[in-house]
């Protein structure tokens, strides 16, 4: 990797740990190619990324980011998942390191906000943006629908009167 490279690499890795609303790291030490291929699917299908880089790179990107702290993280065999969802990526990863025992989660940044390995295992019990979105949507309908209720229950009530008056008199 020449020079041009590694500065180009060096201003994407700052991109992504600017614009991120999530990042963790985690070892990944012997894990395959095909494990890492399945951890790499299930994040793009949350909306985030996964990215392995140099260390010595992803500290220069760091310097003057809002993560910052987490390169102390970054030594050995190092993997980065980020999105912009600040739930997304803790929860993949947390899911895939249950399942996967060589993947192992370090801790991670949520903005300026360190996470150690419960703050991401908490950030992943969250509920995702989605999630969130829905439950409001069905507080916001919730009322309109009781009151909709509560306007026809009396017709309701009157016409069944009337049924079963009318059945009587038959």
């Not at 963790?24 to 030490?29: E, F, G, L, Q, T």
């Amino acid at each position: 990797m020449d020079r041009a490279q590694k500065e180009a690499l060096v201003d994407e890795l700052g991109q992504i740990f600017t614009d991120s609303g999530v990042v963790v790291v985690s070892h990944y030490a012997g894990i395959t190619v095909a494990e890492m291929q399945d951890f790499r699917a299930r994040m793009r299908e949350a909306g985030g990324s996964v990215r392995v880089a140099k260390n010595k790179l992803a500290k220069i990107a760091l310097d003057g980011k809002p993560c910052e702290s987490i390169s102390g993280m970054l030594t050995g065999m190092t993997v980065m998942s980020y999105s912009e969802d600040p739930v997304a990526a803790a929860k993949v990863t947390n899911d895939y390191a249950k399942e996967n025992d060589k993947l192992v989660i370090l801790g991670g940044a949520m903005g300026e906000t360190a996470l150690d390995l419960a703050g991401v295992k908490a950030v992943a019990a969250m509920p995702s943006r989605e999630e969130l979105i829905a439950s409001i949507v069905g507080c916001i309908g919730a009322p309109a629908s009781n009151i909709a209720g509560a306007i026809g229950a009396p017709a309701s009530n009157i016409a069944s009167i009337l049924e079963t008056v009318e059945e009587k008199a038959a």
